[in-house]
């Protein structure tokens, strides 16, 4: 059996410009990046504005297990069946982080027949956005501590500045440093730490802003700390929104690739689902759903942390109405969720898998409650047995939804036609209602509180102390009306990642929260999430290197 970066080095891919051209871009309407990537450029983003859009598509999952899912990979899949039967489609994805590919998750360019290439650059610096976005919050980090060394004319309370620094690699060792050591050349000595890239701010701005404009807007309303008195300091104020915005200019243009069936995929921006909103960048959907009938999008993690922040913060930010949602679900991980070892997986238990089902239909609830179509795809697996399958539809018939077996893994596009057409079936039969899990009026505690008893099923949250009374001074402020961002384990509806299943009456603390006053959101930090992973006892680096040939080996 080939692996994923074998089957990849098989594609024969299309010149970029081929690919633009489907999409009726001329070739002055892109930046190539060598043969086979390239940007959409910002005046052919412009020139799209006012079309009618195509329909969206919104892929999320169960509560991933080590046993897999294959969100990307059903994404992949489902873009390219959508494709052969006719509907013109384009794929909407997020970048790769190298802390996931050098640590144990692995890429995001999908798996098997149903991937999108070029790989290897996908997965490692691709077209550098994420340097620039890692170089623009360390610029703003640098202009802080340099202000204050030279005289600090804002005032700024060095124990209140809120904006660490990034690197886009898991480091634990990082997560709380102290700066400025050495002596007085060197600045004022502070404690602080590092997020990885993904968790930065900057990048919740890039997947969000609409243009070059609304980008430095946003990156001059980045609250960096505040005075004694508690007066908000931002990057305006320091002047570092135009020096961000220039590091940012090219980042910003959506990046075009192509699937191993030579369909358009959008890859851009990165933010991830469990500590971020997870979601690729508005400007890269509406660009895609200006130039096609159907686009296929994910949301990260599972569906109670990424959907949720897909429809109640870059739905309601970018005014996107999605038409249907595929959850995707395996054998394997519906297993996990009822109780078998993983040491076990490959052994016949249709038993667990009906115990596992609770998880994925308390995932149907929750997007039901959204007002959604839902249709599940069951990513197969070899070995799955048909009682096995029989036990999910079975679950996902009692719930309203179809099930439908999906082959893509191993057949790619032909492999997900069946799922390909329940999705226009359910799009265009049905008027959909869809709908926010709370307004913009709901104060800011009450919206965490829905989300975590409406959405993870628990009795309350709870707030550590000078949370609920923070929240009320930035509701004083004016931020009353943003949206909130739950970081929280992606394993568990509660906040312990050794529960599955689908839990309820549980505590969800919260034992902070950030203002992201640019992305225009609150960050509710939960349990014992980290916005800094460190990387595991055997990671994946150990096993990457390059060939005879100069080829990457070990990566997937």
């Not at 990537?37 to 009618?52: F, S, Y």
């Not at 008195?229 to 104020?237: L, S």
């Not at 926010?436 to 707030?463: G, N």
Request: aromatic share 4%; hydrophobic share 45%; net charge negative.
């Amino acid at each position: 059996m080939m692996t994923d970066i074998q089957i990849a080095r098989q594609a024969v891919k299309l010149p970029i410009a081929e690919v633009a051209a489907g999409l009726g871009l001329s070739p002055a309407d892109i930046l190539p990046y060598g043969h086979d990537k390239a940007k959409i450029t910002h005046a052919a983003i412009a020139a799209l504005q006012g079309r009618a859009p195509g329909r969206l598509v919104l892929v999320t999952a169960i509560n991933p297990t080590p046993a897999g899912e294959g969100k990307t990979t059903t994404t992949v899949g489902l873009g390219d069946a959508l494709n052969r039967i006719g509907k013109r489609t384009t794929i909407c994805i997020r970048e790769a982080s190298l802390g996931p590919n050098f640590g144990m998750k692995g890429g995001a360019a999908g798996g098997g027949r149903a991937q999108i290439v070029p790989m290897e650059d996908m997965n490692l610096h691709f077209t550098g956005d994420f340097h620039a976005i890692t170089s623009a919050h360390n610029l703003l980090a640098a202009m802080i501590d340099n202000h204050i060394y030279w005289g600090n004319e804002l005032n700024i309370d060095s124990r209140r500045i809120a904006w660490r620094r990034v690197m886009d690699m898991n480091d634990r060792a990082l997560r709380d440093v102290a700066l400025g050591l050495g002596g007085v050349a060197n600045g004022f000595p502070r404690q602080s730490g590092f997020d990885i890239t993904v968790a930065s701010e900057v990048m919740a701005i890039l997947c969000l802003a609409r243009d070059l404009a609304d980008l430095q807007d946003r990156l001059g309303r980045i609250v960096i700390g505040y005075t004694r008195d508690r007066t908000p300091i931002t990057a305006r104020d320091l002047q570092a929104d135009g020096a961000m915005t220039v590091l940012l200019k090219d980042a910003l243009q959506p990046n075009l690739v192509q699937t191993l069936e030579n369909n358009p995929a959008l890859v851009h921006g990165g933010p991830f689902g469990n500590i971020a909103h997870g979601c690729n960048s508005v400007i890269a959907t509406r660009a895609a759903l200006a130039m096609s009938d159907y686009v296929v999008t994910e949301a990260g993690f599972g569906a109670d942390l990424g959907a949720e922040k897909f429809l109640d913060i870059k739905c309601r930010m970018a005014g996107l109405t999605p038409s249907v949602a595929v959850l995707v679900a395996t054998i394997r991980a519906l297993k996990m969720n009822g109780g078998t070892a993983r040491a076990d997986l490959g052994h016949q238990d249709a038993a667990a898998v009906t115990r596992g089902c609770a998880n994925l239909g308390r995932h149907i609830e929750n997007l039901h409650g959204f007002g959604l179509p839902v249709v599940v795809a069951l990513n197969h697996f070899d070995g799955d047995s048909p009682a096995e399958i029989a036990a999910l539809q079975d679950c996902c018939a009692a719930h309203g939804v179809k099930a439908i077996l999906a082959r893509h893994w191993a057949e790619g596009g032909a492999g997900a036609e069946d799922l390909a057409r329940e999705v226009t079936a359910l799009v265009e039969g049905n008027s959909v209602d869809f709908h926010k899990l709370y307004p913009d009026t709901m104060p800011l505690w009450q919206k965490i509180e829905t989300i975590c008893t409406r959405i993870y099923r628990a009795a309350h949250a709870e707030a550590a102390p000078g949370v609920r009374e923070q929240l009320a001074r930035w509701e004083e402020a004016g931020h009353a009306k943003m949206p909130v961002c739950i970081a929280k384990t992606q394993y568990s509806f509660t906040t312990d990642p050794a529960i599955r299943g689908a839990p309820e009456g549980h505590i969800i603390p919260v034992r902070e929260v950030r203002l992201n006053a640019g992305a225009g959101f609150v960050v509710a930090i939960c349990g014992e999430i980290m916005t800094m992973p460190g990387l595991p006892s055997r990671p994946a680096a150990q096993t990457i290197t390059l060939d005879a040939e100069g080829q990457v080996e070990g990566l997937f």
